[in-house]
C-alpha cells in the first residue's frame, strides 16, 4: 500500500491568498484526521471523518478554515483567506474503525508557508 | 479530560546508552496508549501500541513501552540507543470504544532526542 498521500509537500502563498491542501487516505480506512502541527502549540487535531461525514471539527480555529471529503478516497482542508499565523505543517491521518487497532497511519504532511 | 504529559522536552544521550522517555496520562479509565516517532520532515510513524494484557509491549527498532496502571504512565524504553534514533518522539491516549471521544487521539507535546556520537 502506498500510504497516505498528501499534496502538495510544500506550499508558499501570500497572504488573503486560497490554499487548498489535499488527502488520500489509505484504501479501506473509513477514518480521515486532520492536523497541524506548529513549533508553539504542538500537534493539533483539526477535524475527523468517518465515512465521509465530519464528526468533529471542534479543533478548526475559524471560518477561514474548512474541510470536506466528497468520497472514501479524498480529503481536502482550505483556507480562504489565509494569513502568516496559518504557517505550519499540515498532517492528514487514515485508520481502519472496523478492526479493534486505533492506531492511525500519517502522511508526510503539507509544509504551509504564508507570507 | 483526557491529556498527555511528556514531562521531557528535549533529552539527549550519547551512542550506546540506554533510553527511557516519559509519558503520563489523564483518563478516568485504561485508555490505549500509543509512542509515534518522527523524523526531520517526515510524518508521524508507529512505534508500538497498548490495548490490553501484557503490560510491556515491543515495538519496532528495538523500543519497547512499560504500561504502568498505578503510576498513569508508559515510559517508552531502548536499551542501546542508535544514532538513527534522533527523531521527535510522541506519547498518545486513544479513548476506547464507547468513549464520546472514540476516534480520537490526544497527542503529547513531543521529546526531541539528541543522539551524541
Known amino acids: 500500500d502506498a500510504g497516505v498521500i498528501q499534496s502538495p509537500r510544500h506550499e508558499v502563498t501570500e497572504m488573503g491568498q486560497e490554499v487548498t491542501l489535499r488527502c488520500k487516505p489509505i484504501?479501506?480506512?473509513?477514518?480521515l484526521f486532520w492536523y497541524r502541527q506548529t513549533m508553539m502549540r504542538g500537534l493539533e487535531l483539526l477535524i475527523y471523518?468517518?465515512?465521509?461525514?465530519?464528526?468533529?471539527d471542534s479543533g478548526m480555529p475559524e471560518d477561514r478554515f474548512s474541510a470536506k471529503m466528497p468520497n472514501a478516497s479524498f480529503s481536502t482542508l482550505k483556507i480562504q483567506p489565509s494569513e502568516p499565523r496559518d504557517s505550519a505543517v499540515y498532517f492528514c491521518?487514515?485508520?481502519?474503525?472496523?478492526?479493534?487497532?486505533?492506531?492511525?497511519?500519517f502522511g508526510p504532511g503539507t509544509r504551509l508557508t504564508v507570507t | 479530560a483526557q491529556s498527555v504529559t511528556q514531562p521531557d522536552i528535549h533529552i539527549t544521550v550519547s551512542e550506546g546508552a540506554s533510553l527511557e522517555l516519559r509519558c503520563n496520562y489523564s483518563?478516568?479509565?485504561?485508555?490505549?496508549l500509543f509512542w509515534y516517532v518522527q523524523s526531520p520532515g517526515q510524518g508521524l510513524q508507529l512505534l508500538l501500541k497498548?490495548?490490553?494484557?501484557?503490560?510491556l509491549v515491543q515495538g519496532i527498532k528495538g523500543f519497547e513501552a512499560e504500561f504502568k496502571r498505578s503510576q498513569s504512565s508508559f515510559n517508552l524504553r531502548k536499551p542501546s540507543v542508535h544514532w538513527s534514533d534522533a527523531a521527535e518522539y510522541f506519547c498518545?491516549?486513544?479513548?476506547?470504544?464507547?468513549?464520546?471521544?472514540?476516534?480520537?487521539?490526544?497527542f503529547g507535546q513531543g521529546t526531541t532526542l539528541q543522539v551524541k556520537p
Open positions: 491521518a487514515s485508520r481502519d474503525g472496523t478492526g479493534v487497532t486505533y492506531e492511525q497511519y
Open positions: 484504501s479501506g480506512h473509513d477514518y
Open positions: 471523518f468517518n465515512n465521509n461525514v465530519p464528526i468533529d
Open positions: 483518563y478516568g479509565a485504561t485508555p490505549y
Open positions: 497498548y490495548f490490553s494484557g501484557d503490560t
Open positions: 498518545a491516549v486513544g479513548a476506547p470504544s464507547g468513549s464520546s471521544n472514540t476516534g480520537k487521539l490526544i
